[in-house]
T-cell receptor, first 114, second 111 residues
Framework: AQSVTQPDIHITVSEGASLELRCNYS??????LFWYVQSPGQGLQLLLK??????LVQGIKGFEAEFKRSQSSFNLRKPSVHWSDAAEYFC????????????FGGGTRLMVKP | EAGVAQSPRYKIIEKRQSVAFWCNPI?????LYWYQQILGQGPKLLIQ????????DSQLPKDRFSAERLKGVDSTLKIQPAKLEDSAVYLC?????????FGPGTRLTVL
């Protein structure tokens, strides 16, 4: 069975600082990996996805993520955080490239200090 | 382009009552999903439809939850009777190709 672990429940960073959110997955085949962001009262928005190819993927809002098969990780990064990035971030693994059967991690809540 | 619509946005009921949620997916999206998101957790898939057929409902508590998608467009999710542990946000999503688009969710509180 597939599973996702986000080790950090809460992270606080200063505005302008760099950010890395951790994600570890367990999946028997080639994983399809996603990062979503959820702002209060809003639905989930896709930041980026990885299916195959280049292991460093670029997403919206200046985010990127790197797939490391040897570490079963798909960490999300941003070089300079803005106050508007404060939200909950979810990593997910999918069973195929249509985004079916998504399994989500528990989420990481990001707080940004001025 | 209009997004996924859900109603109501909030619902408060007492345990053992019944409740229904409605979802209107993005036009043309054949696949529709219902997720349950308990406070402090990630969303958990309850059921997936392809057009008006069920693809997967293995995590749907069928003794109290039911869902339908008549005519392959709108969908309703029902809980009858509700339990305290059903308090959660119920998210609807629809997909086209490789991306799922999520609605704002319905926050259910069971007292």
């Amino acid at each position: 069975a597939q599973s996702v672990t986000q080790p950090d429940i809460h992270i606080t960073v200063s505005e302008g600082a760099s950010l890395e959110l951790r994600c570890n997955y367990s999946y028997g085949a080639t994983p399809y990996l996603f990062w979503y962001v959820q702002s209060p009262g809003q639905g989930l928005q896709l930041l980026l996805k990885y299916f195959s190819g280049d292991t460093l993927v670029q997403g919206i809002k200046g985010f990127e993520a790197e797939f490391k098969r040897s570490q079963s990780s798909f960490n999300l990064r941003k070089p300079s955080v803005h106050w508007s990035d404060a939200a909950e971030y979810f990593c997910a693994v999918g069973s195929n490239n249509a985004g079916n059967m998504l399994t989500f991690g528990g989420g990481t809540r990001l707080m940004v200090k001025p | 382009e209009a997004g996924v619509a859900q109603s109501p946005r909030y619902k408060i009921i007492e345990k053992r009552q019944s409740v229904a949620f409605w979802c209107n997916p993005i036009s043309g999206h054949a696949t529709l999903y219902w997720y349950q998101q308990i406070l402090g957790q990630g969303p958990k898939l309850l059921i997936q439809f392809q057009n008006n057929g069920v693809v997967d409902d293995s995590q749907l508590p069928k003794d109290r939850f039911s869902a339908e998608r008549l005519k392959g467009v709108d969908s309703t999710l029902k809980i009858q009777p509700a339990k305290l542990e059903d308090s959660a946000v119920y998210l609807c999503a629809s997909s086209w190709r490789d991306e799922q688009f999520f609605g704002p969710g319905t926050r259910l509180t069971v007292l």
